[in-house]
């Protein structure tokens, strides 16, 4: 779905990995079956799927090996009418996401490929 939003999820010379991982239970959740410090150290795409009520938490566990400046692409209901598009960094994701009061369903891309949107043509 981040492609209908002009974001790719790889990219020749940008990043060839992709990972899809569902945000409904944080990363200090004893219940979460995720390595949330692989997902750190990826320098490929990670696809974020219902955590935008989490953001925080997971913007936290990946800033703990991403850098500060990562690219994030927010896509808030994806393919309708309705959809917004948020582009900032891993560090100002989660104050984003509160500011323009982004609320599900979204779906939330980490990594290079979400600076590209409408570079792309």
């Known amino acids: 779905m981040p492609a209908v939003a002009g974001v790719p999820v790889t990219h020749r010379g940008v990043a060839h990995e992709v990972v899809v991982v569902s945000g409904h239970v944080a990363p200090d959740d004893p219940r979460s079956l995720v390595d949330w410090a692989a997902l750190a150290r990826l320098r490929g795409t990670l696809v974020l799927l219902m955590g935008v009520e989490r953001i925080r938490a997971f913007a936290d566990a990946l800033l703990e090996g991403r850098p500060a400046d990562t690219p994030v692409a927010v896509i808030q209901e994806g393919t309708t009418r309705s959809q917004r598009i948020l582009r900032t960094t891993l560090s100002e994701v989660a104050d984003q996401v509160l500011a323009e009061e982004i609320r599900p369903p979204a779906i939330i891309v980490f ?8 570079h792309l043509h």
């Open 111 to 118: 990594g290079p490929v979400a600076a590209l949107g409408d």
